[in-house]
Each structure stands twice: as C-alpha cells, then as structure tokens.
C-alpha cells in the first residue's frame, strides 16, 4: 500500500486485532471504509484493505453490529468497483453479502465473478475458490 495514511490506519486496525480488540478493529475498517479519502485511493490499495477484512480468518459466523457496518461499508466500496471487471471484486462483495445474511445475492455475484474469471484463467486459484464458494451455497 502506497498511501501514508492508509498504512497507517491499517497498522492501527491490526494492532487492535492482535490487542483481542475485535470490535475497535472491525470499527476501524467500518470508518475507514466508509471514508472520503478511503474512495480516493489507488484500486489496488482499496482491494488489499478489503481483502484483509472480507478475507481474514477466524471471523466469527454470526456478525455483531459493529462488524455487520464494516461489511456494509465494505460492500458499498465493491459496489463501487464492480464494474471495473475483476472477478476478485465480485468475491469480495459475495463474502460480504453473505456476511449480511444476503444468500441469494452472493449466489449470483459469486456466479457472475465464476463467468468472468473462467474467461481469464479456468485453472486460477480465484476459478477455484469461486468454484467452491458457490457449491456452498
């Protein structure tokens, strides 16, 4: 990540994670992400801190308010995005929709990223995990 203050806020959100501070953390990503400047940066700085939120392990599978807003202001950013054409956006978005409780959207933005991808690449890691994704569902 290129950006000073988007390093910076990242550094701090991680260190309220590994500090067991789960809600700052998750406060944190919702602030940043719903941010002005946060839609100013670079694409791929955008998709690294997302990626790290939407993408982190561990994560428990009923969301408390605080996370259920980082997803939501996560989600409003893929919106923003999708059109660009990357298959990773519409699985970033999936998790986040399912994240909501929004099965039947994941679903089908899962599919359409597993369509865009298959025309990239059909043996990619992305293929796969998108793949795996939508049989879940």
Do not use: W
Not at 17 to 41: H, I, V, W
Not at 65 to 91: I, K, V, W
Not at 102 to 117: H, K, M, P
């Amino acid at each position: 990540m290129a950006n000073e203050a988007l390093v910076k806020s990242v550094k701090e959100i991680a260190a309220a994670s590994k500090a067991g501070n789960t809600e700052g953390a998750y406060q944190g990503y919702r602030d940043l992400f719903a941010s002005e400047a946060f839609a100013g940066y670079r694409v791929e700085d955008q998709r690294q801190a997302l990626r790290l939120m939407i993408l982190a392990k561990g994560v428990p599978a009923q969301p408390t308010p605080t996370m259920s807003e980082a997803y939501q202001s996560a989600l409003s950013c893929l919106s923003r995005m999708l059109p660009l054409g990357d298959a990773g956006d519409h699985e970033l978005l999936g998790v986040c929709q399912l994240m909501l409780g929004d099965e039947a959207s994941a679903n089908t933005t899962f599919r359409a990223g597993l369509a865009i991808e298959r025309l990239r690449d059909p043996q990619s890691n992305l293929c796969g995990s998108l793949m795996k994704r939508v049989s879940m569902l």
